[in-house]
C-alpha cells in the first residue's frame, strides 16, 4: 500500500509537471511578442525623432539656398614681354601649375605668333574666379570675401533661379575679408543673419556653396571651436570653425544654423591637400555684419585706435605685476601723443576690461578697439601696482601704418652678450628707432639660454630690469645682481620700434 500512495503521488507529480509544460509555451510566446512589440515601438519612435532631424536640415536647405549665389571674378590679363613675345600675365595661375602652364599657353599659340585672339595671342585671355555670395537684403545687397572680387575688372552673381546678373563691388575690406556687392534686383529671397554671439561649440552648422564650381551644394558638420585667430588669414580674426565640409568655391557662402539664420560667412579651411580636411573657418556673422553696414554707408572702414603696445600674460609676468590670473592684456608700450598716453594709460597697466567688456586676451581687445568708431569715448579699467583704476579714453582713428602690436612673451638661462648704444653702432644708430639713447643693445643669444626661450633677439634693446631703467651694460649687471633668477625678472625690451616685456627665470 505505501508503494502505491508513493506511485501515486509520484503520478500526481508527473502530471502536474507536464501540465506546466503545456501550458508555459503560450505564456512565453506571448512575452516574447510584448517584448518584441515594445522595442517595435521604441525603434519607431526613435526613427521619426531621426527623421524629424532630417526634416530640419531639409528645411533649412529649402529655406536658405535661394538666398545663396555663385560669385565669378573676371580679371583681365595683361600682356608680358618674354624674349619678344606676348605672353599673358597669368599670377596665381603659375603658382598651380608651373612650368606646365606655360608649355600649355605656348601650344595654344601665346607666344606672339597668330594664336587664339589674333597676333600677339592677348586677345581674350582672362582670369577667372569662383565664390559665393549670400543676399542679405531684398534690393540686392551680397555679401561674401574679399579675397573673391578682389583685383576683379567684372564681378558678375548668379542666382538660385540660374539668372545671372551683373555685380558692382560696393566695398572691400581686406583686413577682415568681407566685400558687399550689390545688383540691380529687386524682391530677392534675402537670408536672415543670426546672432554669433550666442553660439555654443557642439551646435549643428550648415554650409552652402559653389565647391568646386557646384553650385547650391549643401553640407553639414558642427561649430568645432569659437575665437580661432593668428591663423595668418585676417588682420583681423575671430573665425568660427566649423567641420563642415567646405572646399575651394565655398569662400564667402553662408555658415547656417537650424534654425536657418546666417551665422557665418564661409572663408578658409587648413589642409595639407587643398581640400576638405574637416577644418573650416568663418567670419562670426556679428563681425561681417558690423563692416558690411560700414561698407554700405560709407564705402570703407574706420578703425579705432588706441594707440599701445600689447601683449598676452604668462603666469610669471602676471606674478611679476602681482596680478591674479592670466586673464587681460598687458600694455608694453604706449605710443607718444597717442590717445591712450593723452587718456592716461601706461606702460606695466593690465587691460581687464574695455568699454564694459572683460578682456581675456590680446586678440580680443584689437578686436573691440578696431570696431569702434574713432572720436567715441571708452571706459577702460584697469590695473596698476596693486588697485584697479578707471580711465576715459577716446580713440583715434587707425590709418594703414598704425596698429595696436602683439606679441608674445615666453618664460623660462641667460646667455647674452650686451653692448652699450655708443659709437657707431649705439645710440645715433637707434635714436630712430624711439630708444632716445636709453638701454643696452643685445649683441647675441646663445641658442637654448634662458634669454633665447624668452625671446630676445640680437638687435633688442634692453630698456629696463625690473622697474629700473638701465642706461649701460653696468647698470644692467648691477640690477641683475639685485635678482633672483630662480624667481624670475622682467626686463623691458625694445624691439621694431615697439616695447614688450620678457620674463627670464632659471629652470634650477
Same mark, same amino acid.
Not at 529671397?189 to 551646435?203: F, I, N, P, R, T
Not at 598704425?402 to 649705439?426: R, V
Given at each position: ?22 501550458? $508555459? ?30 526634416? $530640419? ?8 539656398? &535661394? ?51 589674333? &597676333? ?25 570675401? %574679399? ?57 549643428? $552648422?550648415?554650409?552652402? *556653396?559653389?565647391?568646386? *564650381? #557646384?553650385?547650391?551644394?549643401?553640407? $553639414? ?8 585667430? %593668428? ?23 553662408? #555658415?547656417?544654423?537650424?534654425? *536657418? ?7 578658409? @579651411? ?8 574637416? @577644418?573650416?573657418?568663418?567670419? &562670426?556673422? %556679428? ?7 560700414? #561698407? ?66 590680446? %586678440? ?94 640680437? *638687435? ?24 633672483? #633668477? ?23
Amino acid at each position: 500500500m505505501r508503494l502505491k500512495r508513493v506511485a501515486g503521488v509520484l503520478v500526481l507529480m508527473s502530471a502536474l509537471v507536464a501540465g506546466v509544460f503545456v501550458v $508555459a509555451p503560450p505564456l512565453v510566446s506571448k512575452i516574447v511578442y510584448a517584448a518584441g512589440a515594445g522595442e517595435a515601438q521604441v525603434a519607431h519612435e526613435q526613427l521619426q525623432q531621426a527623421n524629424a532631424i532630417s526634416q $530640419a536640415f531639409q528645411n533649412v536647405a529649402k529655406a536658405v539656398r &535661394p538666398s545663396v549665389v555663385s560669385v565669378t571674378s573676371v580679371k583681365k590679363a595683361t600682356p608680358i614681354r618674354t624674349h619678344g613675345r606676348a605672353m599673358p600675365d597669368t599670377n596665381g595661375l603659375q603658382e598651380f601649375f608651373g612650368d606646365d602652364l606655360n608649355r600649355f599657353l605656348q601650344r595654344r599659340g601665346f607666344d606672339g605668333s597668330a594664336g587664339p585672339g589674333g &597676333p600677339g595671342g592677348m586677345g581674350g585671355m582672362e582670369q577667372r574666379g569662383l565664390g559665393t555670395g549670400v543676399i542679405v537684403s531684398p534690393d540686392g545687397y551680397v555679401l561674401t570675401n %574679399n579675397h573673391v572680387v578682389d583685383g576683379a575688372d567684372t564681378v558678375s552673381v548668379k542666382l538660385f533661379t540660374g539668372k545671372t546678373l551683373a555685380a558692382k563691388v560696393v566695398g572691400a575690406d581686406a583686413k577682415t575679408d568681407v566685400a558687399v556687392l550689390k545688383v540691380d534686383a529687386n524682391e530677392l529671397s534675402a537670408a536672415h543673419l543670426g546672432d554669433s554671439d550666442k553660439l555654443e561649440v557642439g551646435e549643428w $552648422a550648415i554650409a552652402v *556653396g559653389s565647391p568646386m *564650381g #557646384l553650385e547650391q551644394t549643401v553640407t $553639414a558638420g558642427i561649430i568645432s571651436a569659437k575665437g580661432r585667430s %593668428n591663423m595668418g588669414i585676417a588682420d583681423y580674426e575671430d573665425f568660427l570653425q566649423t567641420d563642415a565640409a567646405i572646399n575651394p568655391g565655398n569662400s564667402g557662402g553662408p #555658415l547656417v544654423n537650424l534654425k *536657418g539664420e546666417v551665422i557665418g560667412i564661409n572663408t578658409a @579651411i587648413a589642409s595639407r591637400s587643398g581640400g576638405n580636411m574637416g @577644418i573650416g573657418f568663418a567670419i &562670426p556673422i %556679428n563681425m561681417a555684419r558690423e563692416i558690411m553696414d560700414k #561698407l554700405i554707408s560709407k564705402g570703407h572702414v574706420d578703425r579705432g585706435w588706441l594707440g599701445v603696445g600689447i601683449q598676452n600674460l604668462s603666469e610669471d609676468l602676471a606674478r611679476s605685476f602681482k596680478f591674479e590670473g592670466t586673464d587681460g592684456v598687458l600694455v608694453s608700450d604706449v605710443t607718444k601723443a597717442g590717445p591712450a598716453e593723452k587718456g592716461g594709460l601706461k606702460s606695466g597697466d593690465i587691460v581687464t576690461r574695455f568699454d564694459g567688456r572683460k578682456i581675456e586676451h590680446v %586678440n580680443q581687445l584689437r578686436n573691440l578697439v578696431a570696431s569702434e568708431a574713432p572720436g567715441k569715448k571708452v571706459e577702460v579699467e584697469v590695473y596698476r601696482e596693486g588697485a584697479t583704476q578707471k580711465l576715459s579714453i577716446e580713440l583715434g582713428r587707425m590709418d594703414e601704418t598704425a596698429a595696436e602690436g602683439g606679441g608674445k612673451a615666453e618664460a623660462e638661462e641667460l646667455g647674452l652678450t650686451l653692448e652699450n648704444l655708443g659709437g657707431e653702432n649705439g645710440a645715433r644708430r637707434y635714436a630712430d628707432r624711439g630708444t632716445r639713447g636709453r638701454g643696452v643693445r643685445v649683441a647675441e643669444v646663445e641658442p637654448g639660454s634662458i634669454a633665447d626661450r624668452a625671446g630676445l633677439a640680437q *638687435g633688442n634693446v634692453i630698456v629696463s630690469v625690473g622697474r629700473r631703467p638701465v642706461n649701460s651694460v653696468e647698470d644692467f649687471q648691477d640690477e641683475m645682481a639685485r635678482q633672483d #633668477l630662480s624667481q624670475g625678472v622682467r626686463l623691458q625690451v625694445r624691439a621694431d620700434e615697439m616695447l614688450r616685456y620678457v620674463f627670464l627665470k632659471s629652470e634650477k
